[in-house]
């Protein structure tokens, strides 16, 4: 049994022999997806859905309690409707999808498949919104969207993805501003508190930013692999839209005033990231806060009198104190059932077998240091919600510590390549706040600014650019990024 246990570790291609092979291989062997037959897309099986799942109510619990409401609206928009914001409609246009026939009729005007909800939405607003006592009005969508890609992987990039998207309107800059940074951070302590994950947050460039927005602004986290990964983005749209859609209302002092807008959303792209973080050569390793089972038991030799009984007991007790718990009673040895769960990331495993329940305990095996040690059964859910708090401080710590790792200072060109490079991480370093720079970096190396960040800006007072030497403006992160 040995040999076929082995065997089955085998099937996840080792992260430092190739990072990305065993990215796919996780998230296939894993089942969090299958490939479709549709280019780009991808079929989110059960336990994917349900890692999705946990971000979608812990997330939503959060927009309703910072005043959102959820709302739906059409996947179609007209393609009149996406053109009335030139900057933006530029942006999305090499990805957006096109519906140019109903049946086998030709359509009038052409439809886009939604990338991105603004537009739709916006020609509401207008509708809806009179006086500023309509204001704020601050809505949530929960949907799918699709975008064109060239290059597809799973859950990181596909044309189509899951995502939530929050649009609100408000009576000035200041209100708007508020609402654009009040979300980012409902993001970063949702990905630093339920997913285990330190981010970077900071601002990004004009030429970063999202098409449309005054300013956009970002988590930003760093892979196991060095790379970067963009995991939620909040805009303050300014005026743009509201003057492309005519949202105007009734102020106070009886004057008709364009609205200011913001828009904010993350996407199943988190996922990507929980892999990619916490994620060893043995599979998946997820933090008990977002884990949709944080406790699996495995019977040994569950043949034996009370063993079953005693297993779904405790499962019992378990799941009463609103711990995630499952039991494994499938016909398969004990040694493949723990391969099985450590490759599918739960956090906890408790084994009981007859020597244990003699012994009036159980064995809890840790997910992130495969630790393992007994359990008295009696007060044993207070032993696990110990142990499943200790797991989810210890994730974070390791990723804080491997953020910690890839991060370096850079004061010249060559020491930003030599980050990102040599050194597989990020690169801090002041910047002139020029457009020609980051577009040199990108061309020459594929390196891109990821943020400005709002600490440590004092930095670039007296320092110069690494790229042209010009008196430095502020303080930035470079690295490559998915």
Same mark, same amino acid.
């Given at each position: 049994?040995?040999?076929?246990?082995?065997?089955?570790?085998?099937?996840?291609?080792?992260? &430092?022999?190739?990072f990305?092979?065993?990215?796919?291989?996780?998230?296939?062997?894993?089942?969090?997806?299958?490939?479709?037959?549709?280019?780009?897309?991808?079929?989110?099986?059960?336990?994917?859905?349900?890692?999705?799942? +946990?971000?979608?109510?812990?997330?939503?619990?959060?927009?309703?309690?910072?005043?959102?409401?959820?709302? #739906?609206?059409?996947?179609?928009?007209?393609?009149?409707?996406?053109?009335?914001?030139?900057?933006?409609?530029?942006?999305?246009?090499?990805?957006?999808?096109? /519906?140019?026939?109903?049946?086998?009729?030709?359509?009038?005007?052409?439809?886009? /498949?939604?990338?991105?909800?603004?537009?739709?939405?916006?020609? @509401?607003?207008?509708?809806?919104?009179?006086?500023?006592?309509d204001?704020?009005?601050?809505?949530?969508?929960?949907?799918?969207?699709?975008?064109?890609e060239?290059?597809?992987?799973?859950?990181?990039?596909t044309?189509?993805?899951?995502?939530?998207?929050?649009?609100?309107?408000?009576?000035?800059?200041?209100?708007?501003?508020?609402?654009?940074?009040?979300?980012?951070? /409902?993001?970063?302590?949702?990905?630093?508190?339920?997913?285990?994950?330190?981010?970077?947050?900071?601002?990004?460039?004009?030429k970063?930013?999202?098409?449309?927005?005054?300013?956009? #602004?970002?988590?930003?986290?760093?892979?196991?692999?060095?790379?970067?990964?963009?995991?939620?983005?909040s805009?303050?749209?300014?005026?743009?839209?509201?003057?492309?859609?005519?949202?105007?209302?009734?102020?106070?002092?009886?004057?008709?005033?364009?609205?200011?807008?913001?828009?904010?959303?993350?996407?199943? +792209?988190?996922?990507?990231?929980?892999? @990619?973080?916490?994620?060893?050569d043995?599979?998946?390793?997820?933090?008990?806060?977002?884990?949709?089972?944080?406790?699996?038991?495995?019977?040994?030799?569950?043949?034996?009198?009370?063993?079953?009984?005693?297993?779904?007991e405790?499962?019992?007790?378990?799941?009463?104190?609103?711990?995630?718990? &499952?039991?494994?009673?499938? &016909?398969?040895?004990?040694?493949?059932?723990?391969?099985e769960?450590?490759?599918?990331?739960?956090?906890?495993?408790?084994?009981?077998?007859?020597?244990?329940?003699?012994?009036?305990?159980?064995?809890?095996?840790?997910?992130?240091?495969?630790?393992?040690?007994?359990?008295?059964?009696?007060?044993?859910?207070?032993?696990?919600?110990?142990?499943?708090?200790?797991?989810?401080?210890? @994730?974070?710590?390791?990723?804080?510590?491997?953020?910690?790792?890839?991060?370096?200072?850079?004061?010249?060109?060559?020491?930003?390549?030599?980050?990102?490079?040599?050194?597989?991480?990020?690169?801090?370093?002041?910047?002139?706040?020029?457009?020609?720079?980051?577009?040199?970096?990108k061309?020459?190396?594929?390196?891109?600014?990821?943020?400005?960040?709002?600490?440590?800006?004092?930095?670039?007072?007296?320092?110069?650019?690494?790229?042209?030497?010009?008196?430095?403006?502020?303080?930035?992160?470079?690295?490559?990024?998915?």
């Amino acid at each position: 049994m040995a040999k076929k246990d082995k065997a089955f570790v085998q099937d996840i291609t080792p992260m &430092d022999q190739d990072f990305s092979r065993w990215y796919t291989d996780v998230v296939t062997r894993a089942e969090l997806m299958d490939y479709s037959d549709v280019r780009g897309c991808m079929v989110i099986r059960p336990y994917g859905y349900a890692i999705w799942e +946990r971000i979608q109510q812990e997330l939503d619990r959060r927009f309703k309690e910072t005043g959102h409401k959820n709302a #739906y609206f059409p996947l179609f928009i007209p393609e009149s409707l996406l053109k009335k914001e030139a900057e933006h409609v530029e942006g999305f246009a090499p990805e957006v999808a096109w /519906v140019t026939h109903g049946g086998s009729e030709e359509l009038a005007e052409r439809l886009v /498949v939604r990338p991105t909800s603004e537009t739709i939405i916006c020609s @509401m607003y207008a509708r809806w919104i009179q006086s500023y006592r309509d204001l704020p009005l601050k809505l949530n969508q929960w949907c799918n969207v699709v975008r064109w890609e060239k290059t597809t992987r799973p859950f990181l990039r596909t044309s189509e993805f899951l995502w939530q998207e929050g649009h609100t309107v408000h009576v000035d800059y200041e209100d708007a501003q508020k609402e654009t940074l009040t979300m980012l951070e /409902v993001y970063r302590s949702f990905v630093t508190d339920y997913m285990a994950i330190p981010v970077l947050c900071g601002q990004k460039t004009e030429k970063e930013k999202f098409a449309g927005a005054q300013d956009t #602004y970002t988590i930003e986290a760093i892979m196991h692999d060095g790379q970067a990964l963009q995991m939620g983005t909040s805009h303050n749209l300014g005026q743009h839209f509201a003057k492309a859609y005519e949202i105007k209302y009734l102020d106070k002092d009886g004057a008709q005033k364009y609205a200011w807008q913001t828009s904010w959303g993350v996407s199943t +792209r988190l996922i990507g990231g929980l892999i @990619m973080v916490h994620g060893d050569d043995r599979g998946l390793r997820l933090p008990p806060n977002i884990a949709p089972t944080q406790v699996i038991i495995v019977p040994v030799a569950a043949h034996k009198p009370g063993v079953s009984e005693k297993a779904n007991e405790l499962l019992d007790i378990l799941k009463a104190a609103g711990i995630r718990a &499952d039991i494994d009673e499938r &016909d398969q040895s004990p040694g493949w059932k723990f391969n099985e769960w450590e490759m599918r990331g739960v956090p906890l495993r408790i084994e009981i077998g007859p020597r244990d329940i003699e012994n009036g305990q159980a064995m809890l095996v840790r997910r992130d240091t495969a630790e393992k040690q007994p359990a008295a059964l009696e007060g044993i859910v207070a032993s696990v919600n110990d142990l499943l708090a200790q797991i989810q401080q210890n @994730m974070l710590d390791q990723a804080l510590a491997l953020r910690q790792a890839k991060i370096r200072k850079a004061a010249t060109e060559a020491e930003i390549c030599e980050a990102v490079d040599a050194h597989k991480g990020f690169a801090i370093s002041p910047w002139c706040g020029d457009r020609a720079c980051e577009e040199h970096m990108k061309a020459e190396y594929n390196i891109t600014t990821r943020c400005m960040p709002f600490e440590g800006q004092e930095e670039a007072e007296g320092a110069v650019c690494p790229i042209c030497g010009k008196p430095a403006k502020k303080m930035i992160y470079w690295a490559r990024a998915y």
